[in-house]
């Protein structure tokens, strides 16, 4: 994509029409967000839900999908985000201001199969030297989960080991295993499921 190799500033950026996919604009890189394939929508769907399951009935702020965020290093889109409600702008109306957010409570990426595992990390670790105080990068091909904090080292999760969001969502449990059981549709867990 040849717009990925021009120099710009982070205002010249945001003044781009917008795009689908997205375009991203990171330590001065411009990419074009992968499209998401069939388990990625599966999970950012799902956990999506389970998240707002603990934020929607406790007030504690808001999930939002696929909508971009404003920082020093750029104006990325993660897959998932979170913010605690007294950081979101309200209309007179009671509807979310449009305003564009600084860096999330909580920052959710998925790898996809055509993205690089490494060069999320990189993203996911800007992320948190940006402010954002939990960033999870799902890793599906290999059933595990980063966890990024400020300050703190990078964690490793996999298998039984409990996703902590104790510091922005209190309450919220879920093991790793338990996130990608949510690739498992309702239907396909049944007895009755039907074969192909």
Not at 81 to 109: C, H, K, M, Q, T
């Amino acid at each position: 994509m040849a717009i990925a190799e021009r120099t710009m500033t982070l205002e010249e950026f945001l003044a781009l029409p917008e795009e689908e996919p997205p375009l991203e604009f990171w330590d001065g890189v411009v990419r074009q967000k992968v499209s998401p394939r069939n388990q990625h929508g599966m999970l950012q769907f799902n956990f999506g839900k389970l998240l707002d399951g603990i934020v929607g009935p406790s007030g504690l702020g808001q999930v939002f999908t696929e909508t971009r965020f404003r920082a020093d290093r750029g104006s990325p889109v993660p897959d998932l985000s979170f913010y605690r409600r007294e950081r979101i702008p309200l209309l007179p109306n009671g509807w979310v201001s449009n305003e564009r957010l600084g860096p999330p409570d909580l920052a959710v990426e998925i790898v996809s199969p055509e993205q690089s595992v490494s060069q999320l990390i990189h993203k996911c670790l800007g992320y948190a030297a940006s402010g954002v105080r939990v960033t999870l990068l799902v890793v599906p091909n290999d059933k595990m989960v980063f966890a990024f904090r400020p300050d703190a080292p990078l964690e490793a999760l996999h298998g039984a080991d409990r996703i902590d969001l104790d510091d922005v969502l209190p309450g919220f449990e879920l093991t790793v295993t338990g996130l990608f059981d949510l690739l498992v549709p309702p239907w396909a867990r049944s007895a009755e499921a039907p074969t192909q």
